[in-house]
């Protein structure tokens, strides 16, 4: 009998699940970690969280899955991965468990580090996968989409089986279904070269002025506990700041027009990442799958799929658990449950 800690580490973000013996939720947690400026930003980030859920990391079980290996900090994933597993290990104990994809089943597959050095391509940004493979479990036919803080992730699950053929972020980006856009980190000036501003369509500032966490503070949608990353001018995180911010992408003082103006063009921006999603998720989409949200934007998931007039299932009503952040964390989730699963851990 065990309790294990599943962690997603990325570039920007640690996310980490602590399960009891009963695979039962104990613990939820996501930390902001810019690991662009050194693996010491790790280390500080996961002490943090093994402190804030009470134990000590010879004390539990460790599943580790991983996107950081893409900052810049490294020359190339194989160099991030093997970092970070060698980093990690040294911090928890040689038994840490690494997700892979396997590269002939691409089943799920946990490797020890000895077995890192020659798996760092199915190691590399697999967290989506192993997401999937949870939810494959439970619903044998859905489109999860996840949307994050950078990116959405689609995967199409049939007979309880992904049906996704790319697996490399490459081939994922070639076939639509990892989406470089998310809810908070994406530049405005990413998703959209024009906007309507009142009844005239401009141009947008080609300049890292604003975030669509801006857009998504003046909608109203964006949670406090997902907000996480530094603004593009290193300013608060406000309604009027984030208008400031998003005015200056068209050109503008905030002065110059109404909050309510802003707020408008902050419709327009998530009106167009919304279709940008939307054309992507519809290249997955068949009339059998229930459409699943995560992330933290699920609640754009859930306005496409109404958009769609498609089913649409949350993450709570299909766990067994309901903690309020679980969906946020989910690949963090889904590596302990089948690390457990496996009975490796």
């Not at 500080?44 to 996107?67: D, F, P, R, W, Y």
């Not at 980190?185 to 906007?195: G, H």
């Not at 799958?289 to 009503?317: C, E, R």
């Not at 299909?318 to 449950?337: D, S, T």
């Amino acid at each position: 009998m065990h309790k294990i800690v599943g962690w997603d580490i990325g570039g920007a973000h640690v996310k980490a699940v602590l399960l009891d013996e009963s695979q039962n939720v104990i613990h939820v947690q996501q930390m902001a970690c810019p690991l662009w400026l050194g693996l010491d930003q790790l280390k500080t980030v996961m002490l943090a969280i093994l402190k804030s859920m009470g134990v000590e990391s010879k004390q539990v079980h460790h599943a580790v899955t991983m996107t950081g290996e893409l900052v810049d900090l490294f020359a190339n994933r194989h160099e991030g991965v093997l970092a970070i597993a060698q980093f990690v290990s040294k911090l928890l104990g040689n038994e840490v468990l690494f997700y892979a994809i396997d590269s002939k089943t691409n089943a799920p597959h946990l490797v020890t580090l000895n077995q890192v050095p020659e798996r760092t391509k199915m190691i590399a940004s697999a967290n989506w996968h192993a997401s999937a493979c949870l939810i494959a479990q439970i619903m044998p036919s859905a489109l999860l989409v996840d949307i994050g803080s950078t990116t959405t992730d689609i995967i199409a699950i049939e007979n309880g089986k992904i049906i996704n053929q790319a697996m490399t972020d490459a081939e994922r980006m070639q076939q639509d279904v990892l989406v470089y856009t998310g809810v908070v980190r994406t530049p405005v000036m990413a998703v959209a070269q024009k906007l309507p501003l009142g009844s005239t369509e401009t141009n947008v500032a080609a300049e890292y002025f604003a975030t669509m966490a801006d857009v998504y503070r003046l909608t109203g949608e964006l949670a406090e506990t997902v907000d996480m990353a530094e603004t593009a001018d290193g300013g608060p995180k406000t309604v009027l700041t984030s208008a400031r911010r998003l005015a200056r992408m068209v050109g503008h003082d905030v002065e110059d027009k109404p909050l309510e103006s802003w707020q408008q063009l902050a419709q327009a921006c998530r009106v167009k990442q919304c279709h940008q999603i939307q054309s992507a998720i519809n290249k997955q989409l068949t009339k059998n799958m229930t459409i699943l949200g995560a992330g933290a934007g699920h609640f754009l998931v859930k306005a496409i799929a109404a958009s769609l007039q498609h089913p649409y299932a949350t993450l709570n009503s299909i766990l067994p658990h309901q903690e309020e952040h679980l969906g946020v964390c989910l690949p963090a989730y889904a590596v302990a449950v089948l690390a457990d699963r496996k009975g490796i851990a």
